[in-house]
């Protein structure tokens, strides 16, 4: 049961592609337009992994999406940015999307960027216990004209290979497993 759900949870579309050594022409190692990663839980680990893409030339896009639950300060997203720059990501190479607080927004709010940029197809990046429902809320709200392809980061300080023995582990899991019953509910 463990392994189903950690399974289920995290689908990780590059996995078949050496996600470090960039793209190919294989049919899903293919670079994409933009690479999305969304803020919440361990939001660094999700933005380092989004940069090792774009440094890999997943990309030529990071989009990063989110707000803060602090509003005295700066956006995630800004503060994703931030980090980006930091390690050498051109910043014209950066959009933010600064006013998402839950996933369902992340993917309405994105979408406007990639309307604007023309984007086709993206890497959506975030913690592998919210990796399905993030990918199901992207490709709802992008519809087919958009690829959505997703690739979760492999550890953050809230997940790991031993999520299942910590009472926070599997109030994660229920908890994702809960609002993607929702929005297969939603779509009937």
Not at 93 to 122: D, G, K, P, W
Not at 144 to 150: K, L, P
Not at 158 to 179: C, H, M, N
């Amino acid at each position: 049961m463990v392994a189903g759900i950690d399974i289920y949870l995290s689908p990780d579309d590059l996995s078949a592609c050496r996600a470090a050594d960039g793209p190919t022409s294989e049919m899903n190692c293919i670079q994409a337009d933009a690479i999305i990663a969304v803020s919440g839980g361990d939001t660094d680990a999700r933005t380092d992994e989004a940069i090792g893409l774009y440094r890999a030339g997943w990309a030529e896009t990071l989009i990063f999406s989110g707000a803060a639950r602090d509003t005295t300060g700066p956006s995630n997203a800004e503060v994703m940015r931030s980090r980006a720059i930091a390690a050498g990501v051109p910043a014209g190479s950066i959009e933010v999307e600064e006013f998402s607080r839950t996933t369902r927004e992340n993917a309405q709010n994105t979408t406007s960027i990639l309307t604007r940029r023309n984007i086709q197809s993206v890497i959506v990046v975030t913690s592998e216990y919210h990796q399905r429902r993030t990918s199901l809320e992207m490709q709802r709200w992008f519809g087919e004209a958009i690829n959505v392809r997703s690739h979760p980061v492999a550890q953050d300080n809230q997940w790991d290979g031993l999520w299942w023995t910590r009472f926070s582990g599997w109030q994660l899991a229920v908890a994702e497993l809960i609002k993607i019953g929702e929005i297969y509910a939603q779509q009937r």
